[in-house]
Nanobody, 127 residues
Framework: VQLQAYGGGSVQVGGSLTLSCAAS????????LAWFREAPGKEREGVSC????????YYADSVKGRFTISRDNANHMVYLQMDNLKPEDTAVYYCAADFVPLATITKRLGVRQYDHWGQGTQVTVSS
């Protein structure tokens, strides 16, 4: 299983970024996908997850209304569109995958719920 996240960068408050994660080595449309982030000195936290069909999508309260997760099963990609970025969004962002071949799922934003992780991509939001 390989997950390759990219698209991070430095933006000003209120700006936007889109993170991408390319997946390979597993049956992509059988896996829940998620984005996590880890800020300096803080624990890794779940940002958003999406079920295999996209029927179930969840967000952390801190990003609801600003971030949008999506997936492209044909191309084995998952995205995180981040709008209206705030300084507190500064973190290393990780994509993660777990085998849950269900169209609908309950909220799944716990670190321990995911077996497969990509390397992180840094997002820095400055005022």
């Amino acid at each position: 299983v390989q997950l390759q996240a990219y698209g991070g960068g430095s933006v000003q408050v209120g700006g936007s970024l889109t993170l991408s994660c390319a997946a390979s080595g597993f049956t992509f449309d059988h896996y829940v996908l998620a984005w996590f982030r880890e800020a300096p000195g803080k624990e890794r936290e779940g940002v958003s997850c999406i079920s295999v069909s996209g029927d179930s999508i969840y967000y952390a309260d801190s990003v609801k209304g600003r971030f949008t997760i999506s997936r492209d099963n044909a191309n084995h990609m998952v995205y995180l569109q981040m709008d209206n970025l705030k300084p507190e969004d500064t973190a290393v962002y990780y994509c993660a995958a777990d085998f849950v071949p269900l169209a609908t799922i309950t909220k799944r934003l716990g670190v321990r719920q995911y077996d497969h992780w990509g390397q992180g991509t840094q997002v820095t939001v400055s005022s």
